[in-house]
């Protein structure tokens, strides 16, 4: 099946690249990049962008849980390949994030009120969801990082909170 790529995060290989298929879910496939431990994200049209992610014009009720763990992933001349799937990257937007561009003061009142609803919106959807990665379970209210029982991913999870602290 072709599908074409509507958007790619800036952190995706500008060049030719391998990677295998490392996790599967229904909106979303992890590839592990053969160079480097860096994982890149494809996701359907209906999710948001990614610094490290593919975002796909998928069809509706579209699954990616057609890819399998372990399947080798090519991308060549702008076509990433794995499976069924071919996906057409040269149309699509090169996205970047700039969140000190937002310049968000936390000291402000109404800001850090808007930050704490976005978190605990964020939390009840995860909980939602069949997704072990709960946010409130990573970070109590003084931002200190809880201990918890995040499986294979505690160690990235924490790193990742204490980075973008």
Known sequence: MYLKAVSMGDAVPHTDFDATVHSVFESTVNLRLTRG?????????????LPQGIRVDTPENF???????GEQATCRDDLLCFGSLTIELPNARRWKCDLPALQADMTNPAVATAWRCARQLLSERQGCSRYEVITETLIFSDNVVRPGRLGNVEEAMRDLVEATR
Do not use: F, K, P, Y
């Open 37 to 49: 431990r860096e994982l890149l994200t494809l996701v359907g049209s209906g999710q948001a962008d």
């Open 63 to 69: 699954s990616l849980e057609t890819a399998r763990s």
